[in-house]
T-cell receptor, first 113, second 113 residues
């Protein structure tokens, strides 16, 4: 069974640009979560999508946004990039609302210059 | 109220020894406590998880001890091996339509021969 996949593996942008990160959940999973892992820090919750709707978001500015497609894949968009947005962005998926186990992808390393 | 405090930040244990990582939480609504293991360049992988209705859960060499009254839980790795060298994250979540995980800041574990 294929795990959570993310693309691209690495992404280099400059300040003010926009970044788009993509995630494909495990087959059969309807919930997708996005986390930011800055260097030396823990994982900070960004967004949760289930059945195409945003269910919850973390304490991040509105320039962090995303969506979930009918096939349950998801993308994370970060507008007006700032240097401190440089981090590993992790996507996780789970079976859906009320289930707990989240399975993580390998992440996208975003570097903002 | 949403914090999960993890200690120590780093830990060095001799091969064959016991590795112990501790976490404490504040939000009494948390009812799910997973531990994740992360190797460099990889996403976190679920190691073991516990719910508050039991005080201990064991899977192979890995044991979670849970103290509900103290709002603390810990991971014990018995007979630690060099292959256990990784970063370990505790997390906490609740199932009240708010299925995000709140992570600790991580413990870098190094097992020396």
């Amino acid at each position: 069974e294929a795990g959570v996949t993310q693309s691209p593996t690495h992404l280099i942008k400059t300040r003010g640009q926009q970044a788009t990160l993509r995630c494909s959940p495990i087959s059969g999973h309807t919930s997708v979560y996005w986390y930011q892992q800055a260097l030396g820090l823990g994982l900070q919750f960004l967004l949760w999508y289930d059945e195409g709707e945003e269910r919850n978001r973390g304490n991040f500015p509105p320039r962090f946004s995303g969506r979930q497609f009918p096939n349950y894949s998801s993308e994370l968009n970060v507008n007006a990039l700032e240097l401190e947005d440089s981090a590993l962005y992790l996507c996780a998926s789970s079976l859906g609302v009320g289930t707990d186990t989240q399975y993580f992808g390998p992440g996208t390393r975003l570097t903002v210059l | 109220q949403q914090q999960v405090k993890q200690s120590p930040q780093s830990l060095i244990v001799q091969k064959g020894g016991i590795s112990i990582i501790n976490c404490a939480y504040e939000n009494t609504a948390f009812d799910y406590f997973p531990w994740y293991q992360q190797f460099p360049g990889k996403g976190p992988a679920l190691l073991i998880a516990i719910r508050p209705d039991v005080s201990e859960k064991k899977e192979g060499r890995f044991t979670i001890s849970f103290n509900k009254s103290a709002k603390q839980f810990s991971l014990h790795i018995m007979d630690s091996q060099p292959g256990d060298s990784a970063t370990y994250f505790c997390a906490a979540g609740s199932n009240f339509g708010n299925e995000k995980l709140t992570f600790g800041t991580g413990t870098r574990l190094t097992i020396i021969p």
